[in-house]
Structure formats: structure tokens, C-alpha cells
């Protein structure tokens, strides 16, 4: 007879079970407590699938979709299905490329020989994927060695796949069996298809989108209107891609072994120098018209070296500018709006003194002398110390900050003096065909370098004070992103290469009795398909020194 053991559920309920219980069945017990179905288990710092077993004494907590690491497992399970019904529906030659995220949905599109995208296709793929949810298939968990995955990835046409595993180092690796169907996903699955319950197929683009729900309220898709201009740079940056012939992880890394990364950085630089050329060109039209111009973006994109290699190329065109930084306007710190949390919110719009910045912009614009404040940041009170800008002919201001696109910020300038720019690290580079590079996870390592580097802070400062990061961006950046003129992609297609070998010591310095292991593990997992380079061969004016050193800018 099996044995009972004790476990706490979330914090605060134990429960007695019977040994050998699996987290899915555990989690039946607090399931009515969810606003969608449990998807992942957490054990200490440790993430599990349901599928697993649960020790005895064990403390668990129980994750849906509205939580970031559930709504990432949900993700790969609803791929897993999709890729599978179209394999059902096309035929075992039918290819699928999960290119990238747009507000939480997938962008998807066909390889090349498949019939054209329409949404009676699509229909039918989605029927297939009900067909599959509806018989809630066990989604089997394979140990392979790495000569195992090479095979099977090529006995499913998988070519991006057996050439990633070549750079593996691991000797296992798991792949996860739909009905007969095997593919290899980075990260947890779902214990079953009729974990996945919400989705839709649409076409978008040239290809379609994977509708995935929304954390904030799970029986609603994100929202996948009013996002043009974001995606028409996710599309622009698939054909540098197609240009510099790296379309994921193994592409690069044959880069790598053939010696020809250096032409794939200096390549990716000059297209980056020519994007910035062109927004200078495009702001010296519009002036004397245009005397603003804002710059937004969310943290670690690079908007400090991107400011500032704005200026020399607007400098090139006869144009001066004159740097203002929005830091300083903040109101005295006494004032400072506070949170829901009761503290200082100093990301907040009202942080800043609205009225005087606007004041100064217009008189500014008018012509007038205006005297620019300074923030002191250790009494927390501004001052003036004797700065003043008066613009001449041919002469901008350029503001930088978070709330950048926000006509708040500018409510009293008028909208043909202003030029906003919307800058963001959107990866384009991708594992494989199927396994994305999330666009935050590759700001997140920009940002544990740098702050290592020139901040002081360790790894675990990064990643713990990172989903309050996160939150600010949702509430402060993003909602105005569609505002831009213009929008920049300052990622890289190498970048990750060249950042490894800083953040690896970082990340292994993160052991498992510590709360930011699961972030530092996963990370740690997803690089090792890299091989790392050297930062000698990055130029000393690109936006990957801002975070590794060696910048020639002020940064």
C-alpha cells in the first residue's frame, strides 16, 4: 500500500498525499482557485512539469498563463499543437517558422513550396488543433542523447534543428512526443493538449498569427491591432536577416567556426549606421520646422549611444544639436508621487515637473534664452547652474527619456515641432525555427553586463528588481509606442555571442537556494548553443560598448 506524505500548496495549505502523485494531479486540489488551467509547478527555486512527481514535504506553488513563466509554457504547447495540425493538414514536408512576437501573439509563416496562407487554411489547421485539445493527448517527455536528437530532428525535416544540436555540449537533451509527432522545445511543456484551450489562427503580414490569451485577462487574446509600425520593423529586421544569411543560433555559430563573424558585425553595424543616417536626414527635412526631438525606448536598448550617434550624423547635415535630459525636471524628491506600494514612484510622468519643462521647450522653440535646470541627486532638489540655451538657426533640442512618446510630456508643444523616436532591442535571431528569442530576455542580458560593468550591481540585483522593470515599461513605454515617427532596432544578430562570456561568471554565481535561479538557469541554458567572441572585433562606436565597455561615446 502506497505510502502518504505531507505538502504545502502555495504557501499555506498542506495537504496529505499519497506518494508517486504527480503536480498535475496535485494541482486538481487548488484548481478552482486559478482564473485559467494550472500549467507549471514551482518547487523551491526550481520550475516542474506536471507531469513530474512530487517529493515528499515539498512546498509547491502552482502557475496558469497569468503568470510569466505560464504564459510561457503555455505558448510552447499551443506551438507544439499548431505545428503539429499542420503537419496533419499539409503533410509531413510542411514547414513552420515561428518568426516573433507581436504583443504576446505569434507571427508565424510557411517555408517556401506551401500553399498560399488563407483563412479557410487556416480554419482548417484550427479544427485540427481542436480535434487535438479535444482528446487531451499526453504529451510525452523523451530523454535522447544528442546523436538521438540529431536524428530524430531529421527524420521530422528538421535541418535547423540537427544543426543547432552539432554546438551542444550537454550529452542529453529531452524531446517532446505529440501522437508520433517529435520536436524539441527550450523550456517546459504542458502535460497534455487539453491544457490549451485558447487560441486562434488569423492571417497577418504574409504570414499568420498565433493568437495566444491575454495575462491580464485570460479569456481575451492579446490585442493584435494598432501595432503597425512595431511590426513593420520585426518584418524590415527578417530581411537584414535574409541579407546577412543568419537566420538563428546554428547560422551564426557556422559563422563563427568559418571566421567570418567579424563581416557579419561589421555588416550588421553599417546597416545600423545607415537606419541612423536616414532618421537624421529625415529630421534635417523637417527642419526649421521640427525643434524636438524625443527619444523612447525601454531599458538597455541603447538609447544613450543611439542619442548620441544621432547628434554626429545630424551634425554632419549642418544641423547642431543640444542635448536636454529629462532627469532634470524631476520635481523636488519630497514630492515625488508614490506607488501602490506606498514608495516613490520616480518612473511616474508626474514625477517630473510638466509645466516647467513645457515652458522651457516653448520659449525654446520661440527663440528665447532659456536657463536649463540640473537635478541634484543627492539633495533630490533641482538647480540652476548657469546653463543656458538659446537656438540659432539650424540648431534642435534632443530629449531622451522613458515617457518620451507620451504627448503629455510635450501637451503644450505643438505636434509639427516635434520628431519622436521609438528605439528597442527587437531580436530577430532566433534558436530555430520554432524556439523564439524572447526581445525582453535579450534586453534583460544587456542590462546584467552593463550593471555588473558600471553600476555595481550583481546579477541577482539585475534579475530581481527586473519584472518591476518590466511593469514600468508596460505602463510607461510601450502604450505610446505606435506614437513614433520612427522606430529603431537597436539588436544586433551577433550580440549574443559577444555578451556570453561576460554574463556567464555572472549567472553561475546564482545557486538554486536562491529565488533569481530560475531566470539565471534558464539563461545560462539557452546560451550554451552559442559560441562565444571576442568583443575586439565590435567597433568602438556600436551600441553593444555601451554594455560591454570600451564605448567611444559618453555612455
Request: net charge negative.
Amino acid at each position: 500500500m502506497a505510502k502518504k506524505m505531507k505538502v504545502i500548496i502555495n504557501k499555506n495549505e498542506e495537504v496529505s498525499v499519497f506518494e508517486g502523485i504527480t503536480f498535475g494531479e496535485l494541482s486538481k486540489m487548488c484548481a478552482e482557485k486559478f482564473s485559467a488551467d494550472i500549467v507549471i509547478a514551482k518547487t523551491g527555486n526550481t520550475l516542474k512539469e506536471l507531469n513530474d512527481k512530487v517529493p515528499s514535504g515539498t512546498e509547491v506553488q502552482f502557475f496558469d498563463c497569468t503568470n510569466q513563466d505560464g504564459a510561457s509554457v503555455y505558448a510552447r504547447g499551443a506551438s507544439l499543437i499548431m505545428l503539429k495540425a499542420v503537419r496533419d493538414i499539409l503533410g509531413t514536408d510542411a514547414q513552420v517558422v515561428i518568426e516573433h512576437s507581436i504583443n504576446g501573439n505569434y507571427y508565424c509563416d510557411f517555408r517556401a513550396g506551401l500553399p498560399k496562407i488563407t483563412k479557410t487554411l487556416l480554419k482548417s489547421i484550427k479544427n485540427r488543433m481542436d480535434a487535438l485539445v479535444k482528446e487531451n493527448i499526453e504529451i510525452e517527455k523523451k530523454l535522447m542523447t544528442k546523436d538521438e536528437g540529431i536524428e530524430t530532428a531529421i527524420k521530422f525535416d528538421m535541418e535547423d534543428k540537427a544543426r543547432l544540436y552539432r554546438y551542444r555540449k550537454a550529452s542529453y537533451m529531452n524531446m517532446y512526443d505529440l501522437d508520433g509527432y517529435c520536436n524539441y522545445f527550450y523550456g517546459y511543456m504542458v502535460p497534455s493538449t487539453g491544457s490549451i484551450k485558447k487560441y486562434d489562427l488569423i492571417p497577418y503580414e504574409k504570414g499568420f498569427l498565433l493568437l495566444l490569451p491575454d495575462a491580464n485577462n485570460p479569456d481575451e487574446f492579446n490585442r493584435y491591432e494598432g501595432f503597425d509600425k512595431i511590426s513593420n520593423v520585426f518584418m524590415e529586421q527578417l530581411k537584414w536577416s535574409e541579407l546577412m544569411k543568419v537566420r538563428n543560433v546554428a547560422d551564426l555559430n557556422d559563422l563563427v567556426t568559418e571566421e567570418e563573424f567579424k563581416q557579419l558585425v561589421l555588416f550588421n553595424e553599417a546597416l545600423h549606421e545607415k537606419k541612423v543616417a536616414q532618421i537624421a536626414d529625415n529630421i534635417t527635412e523637417k527642419v526649421p520646422l521640427v525643434k524636438v526631438v524625443l527619444i523612447a525606448g525601454p531599458s538597455s536598448s541603447g538609447k544613450t549611444t543611439f542619442a548620441q550617434r544621432l547628434c554626429v550624423q545630424l551634425r554632419v547635415n549642418g544641423i547642431v544639436p543640444h542635448v536636454i535630459g529629462m532627469d532634470d525636471y524631476f520635481i523636488n524628491r519630497v514630492n515625488t508621487p508614490l506607488d501602490e506600494f506606498g514608495k516613490p514612484d520616480f518612473e511616474s510622468i508626474n514625477a517630473l515637473d510638466l509645466e516647467q519643462f513645457n515652458k522651457d521647450l516653448l520659449g525654446l522653440i520661440n527663440g528665447e534664452q532659456v536657463q536649463i535646470p540640473s537635478y541634484n541627486f543627492i539633495s533630490g532638489e533641482r538647480e540652476y547652474r548657469g546653463r543656458s540655451i538659446q537656438l540659432q538657426k539650424d540648431e534642435i533640442i534632443v530629449v531622451e527619456g522613458i515617457h518620451s512618446l507620451n504627448d503629455v510630456l510635450t501637451k503644450d508643444v505643438p505636434t509639427e515641432n516635434k520628431y519622436r523616436i521609438f528605439i528597442s532591442a527587437m531580436t530577430q535571431l532566433n534558436m530555430d525555427d520554432h524556439n523564439r528569442i524572447s526581445t525582453s530576455e535579450s534586453r534583460l542580458v544587456r542590462r546584467i553586463v552593463r550593471d555588473h560593468q558600471f553600476r555595481g550591481n550583481d546579477a541577482r540585483r539585475t534579475i530581481d528588481i527586473w519584472a518591476s522593470v518590466r511593469r514600468g515599461e508596460e505602463k510607461n513605454i510601450f502604450p505610446y509606442q505606435e506614437n513614433a515617427d520612427v522606430m529603431f532596432n537597436s539588436a544586433t544578430i551577433y550580440e549574443l555571442s559577444v555578451l556570453k562570456a561576460y554574463i556567464e561568471p555572472l549567472l553561475f554565481k546564482i545557486d538554486k537556494t536562491m529565488p533569481e535561479y530560475v531566470i539565471a538557469n534558464r539563461i545560462i541554458k539557452f546560451l550554451d548553443y552559442f559560441l562565444p567572441v571576442n568583443s575586439d572585433c565590435v567597433p568602438n562606436n556600436s551600441i553593444i560598448k555601451e554594455f560591454v565597455g570600451g564605448s567611444v561615446f559618453d555612455v
